[in-house]
Structures are given as C-alpha cells and as structure tokens.
C-alpha cells in the first residue's frame, strides 16, 4: 500500500463532505457557465487551490458526461484522474535505512496546511513498520 493510498483512508470523512459538495453543484445542475463558476468557487473554499479548481473548472467545461450512464461515476473518474496526475508525479517511498540511525524528517509549512495531520499520520505508518518514532518541535 502506497503512502498515498494510506492518506487517502485517513481522510475518508472529509473525502465524504467533498464529494456531497461536489455532488450537489454537477448532479443537481444543467453544468452552464454559472454552475462551472459555483463549481470553481466551491473548490476554492475547500482548499483545494486557486489554479486546481480553475483547471478542474476547464476540464468539467469540456467533459463530456452521458446522461445514461452512471453520472457520479464519471465525474468521480475525472477527479481521480486529475488527482492522479497531479500527484503521481510527486510519490516517493520512504526508505529508513537501519544502519544510519537515527533519521530525521523535517515538517514545514504554513499555517493550516495539515502539517500536524500528516506527522500523525507518518508516526501510525512508521509504527506499523515496528518505527521507533520520536516527535520533537
């Protein structure tokens, strides 16, 4: 199990809230111009970033959905496909070398950007992996 894959199961909840979001404007809507800006705005406001919306934006303008298929399907494989793109890219495994000890990760980042989060949720993986795992500030 990729790092990726073990992030994506500790942010099922708000994966969950997202989605309905997300649900509601394309689902629920004709997808005109004006549910395209509330589609962007509500990305926006859920952090997901200026230039990601504006590109998801884009590529909802352009998708085309088929109306008897399963909808929520298609718009979920569009968003996992930008998701994969954008982040396969940027995947490492971690190696922990047991002869050079001990390892350091430096964590930096502005405020609320879920440093906290993910020094947990890498203290859980490491421990899984019988880590000994020290956490300083």
């Known amino acids: 199990m990729s790092i990726f894959e073990k992030f994506k199961l500790g942010l099922s909840k708000s994966s969950k809230n997202f989605s309905e979001g997300f649900k509601n404007l394309i689902l629920k809507k004709r997808v005109d111009n004006k549910t395209l800006d509330q589609l962007e705005d509500f990305l926006i406001e859920s952090d997901v970033g200026v230039i990601a919306a504006k ?15 399963n909808s929520l399907n298609q718009i979920n494989s569009i968003v996992k496909n930008y998701i994969i793109n954008l982040m396969t890219p940027l995947e490492k495994k971690i190696y922990v070398e047991e002869k050079n000890r001990p390892k350091v990760i430096l964590i930096a980042g502005v405020n609320g950007v879920g440093k906290t989060t993910t020094i947990g949720k890498l203290g859980k993986i490491f421990s899984k992996d019988n880590k000994k795992i020290i956490f300083a500030a």
């Open 55 to 69: 590109e998801l934006k884009q590529i909802f303008s352009d998708a085309k959905i088929n109306p008897n298929d």
